[in-house]
Structures are given as C-alpha cells and as structure tokens.
C-alpha cells in the first residue's frame, strides 16, 4: 500500500474551514484514497473517499490533485466535535477478493478552537 | 441499523491468561477486520476474515488467533497475556467486494497488568 505523509497536528478555528493536506506521492492508479477520523477513544469514523475526481458528502470535501500525489480534506464549518484525528489512507481498489486492509499512519490531530 | 458491536467493552486480565473478544459485525457485513491500537504503535490490522476464512492476517506472533462464524460473528483471542497487549482492540465490518468504506465499533479495552 502507498505511503501517506501528514502534518502531525493543525488548529482550526470554530465555524471555519479546516483543510487537512496528506500526500501519497506514490499512490498507484488502482488506489484509492480514503480518510477518517478517531474522537478520543472511539472506534474511527469513514468520512469520504475518491479516486481521482473530487468529491462532497455531507460531512466533508475532498480535493484530490490532478496528478493524484497528494490531496485535501476540507471540513467546511469547523465545529468544536471535530476535535480529532483524522487519516488519510490509500487502499487498492477493492474486488471480490480485494484486499479490505488499512493501513493507518499517524495521522493529523485536529483540534478546533472556540 | 444497529452498527458493530464489540463486547465487552472494558477488560482487565493477568499476564498469562489468555481472553477472548467478539464482534458482531453490522447486519449483511461478510468482512470482520481486527485493530490493535497503542499509544505507542498507532492502529495496526490484526486479521480479516471473509466467509470463516483468514483472508488477510498482520505481523503479529500465533498468540493472536481469531475465527468467523457463520453468522459472520468474530471473536478474537490472545493466549498468554503480555503486559505489551494491553490495548484498544477495535473490530471493523464491510461488504467486502464493493469498495465500500469499513465500519468500526467502539472497541475492547484490554489492560493486562
């Protein structure tokens, strides 16, 4: 699985955007990226995952640059429950027999600022 | 519906002993994945198992051990506790196949003293 590289800790302030960069320079064409978070000692949460376009759900926006090496989760209106930190991971596209390992790094510790 | 379930939640056993934790994974979820998470090694993959068989498995000695059911129910267990496996042990379900994202429990937290 490719390598991830993120900024050990960010602070946000409430109610603005929070834009956690990972870089995955060695990302292969069949892999996605995927990010989720981990509020203090619960089980982590999926937050959004994409290949190469952009992508927005409800919770998130993810940014993947054209080149695919790198990407940015964007939170648009930080609030104080998204205090966490968050992963971003690259798994192979999943097939029937596909690989459903996560391979989590150290990830970036969020931490929004009323 | 109901998400995974790991019980129990909190566990304290002797160096020597031996546990064993379950997971019930969400309802229609084939794929049961476990996690060791340490302040000192983050989150680390365990094992996978996808229709009662180890598909997947990490670095991790033969003490680790873990079976599916046929309900696709998981248990895990550490033979011969070390202080080191104290631990949050987290379980994760998916429709393995279909690119969808895992979805974990609140996890098993192991203190072995």
């Known amino acids: 699985d490719a390598k991830t590289t993120q900024p050990p800790s960010m602070d946000c302030a409430e109610g603005r955007a929070a834009n956690l960069p990972c870089n995955h320079s060695t990302i292969s064409g069949n892999e996605y990226v995927y990010w989720y978070r981990q509020i203090h000692s619960q089980g982590p949460q999926y937050i959004i995952h994409?290949?190469?376009n952009n992508e927005t759900n409800e919770m998130a926006s993810l940014i993947i640059t054209e080149d695919r090496k790198s990407s940015t989760l964007i939170l648009p209106h930080a609030t104080l429950r998204d205090t966490a930190v968050y992963y971003c991971i690259v798994r192979p596209v999943i097939s029937n027999f596909g690989n459903e390992k996560l391979t989590f790094g150290t990830g970036t510790r969020l931490t929004i600022i009323p | 519906k109901a998400g995974v379930t790991q019980t129990p939640r909190y566990l304290i056993k002797t160096r020597g002993q031996q546990v064993t934790l379950s997971c019930s994974p969400i309802?229609?979820?084939?794929?049961v994945s476990w996690y060791q998470q340490t302040p000192g090694q983050g989150l680390q993959f365990l094992f996978e198992y996808f229709s009662e068989t180890q598909r997947n498995k990490g670095n991790f000695p033969g003490r680790f051990s873990g079976r599916q059911f046929s309900n696709s129910r998981s248990e895990m267990n550490v033979s011969t506790l070390e202080l080191g496996d104290s631990a949050l042990y987290l379980c994760?379900?998916?429709?393995?196949?279909?690119?969808?994202?895992?979805?974990f429990g609140q996890g098993t937290r192991l203190t072995v003293v």
């Open positions: 994409g290949l190469k």
């Open positions: 309802s229609g979820h084939r794929s």
């Open positions: 994760a379900s998916s429709s393995r196949g279909r690119g969808e994202e895992a979805f």
